[in-house]
């Protein structure tokens, strides 16, 4: 399984705000600009399960999306250490099955809204 989920397509107009439309609707909180102005996103904080980032760049109709759980030390250790660090949010497989589930869920949502087709 990849480390990210990534999504490159293109959008005729500027995505920023239905971004930030779905990012409030599901709980994924704003954590900045990069200096290559890709927009960061992030849900919860790894305690309970993985955190769920979400990074998206635009440049004129190019888009690239990235989305993935981070587990903590903790959460890898009690896990015999089988977790990987960073996991694309595909389903299939057994680790990390919930955050993934619940990030993919999300992440579709953007998707679809955007015209997109869902990450299976």
């Given at each position: 399984m990849a480390a990210r989920t990534v999504r490159d397509f293109q959008a005729g107009f500027d995505i920023t705000?239905?971004?930030d439309a779905w990012a409030q609707q599901n709980?994924?909180?704003f954590r900045g600009v990069?200096?290559?102005g890709t927009r960061n996103?992030?849900?919860g904080n790894g305690l309970l399960t993985g955190s769920m980032p979400m990074t998206v760049r635009q440049y004129g109709p190019s888009v690239h999306l990235e989305a993935w759980i981070h587990a903590t030390l903790m959460a890898r250790i009690s896990a015999l250490f089988l977790i990987p660090t960073d996991m694309g949010i595909e389903s299939g497989g057994v680790r990390g099955i919930i955050p993934r589930n619940m990030a993919r869920d999300a992440v579709n949502k953007l998707?679809?809204?955007l015209?997109?087709?869902p990450i299976l």
């Open positions: 705000p239905w971004v709980h994924y909180g990069s200096p290559d996103y992030q849900r998707l679809v809204q015209g997109q087709p």
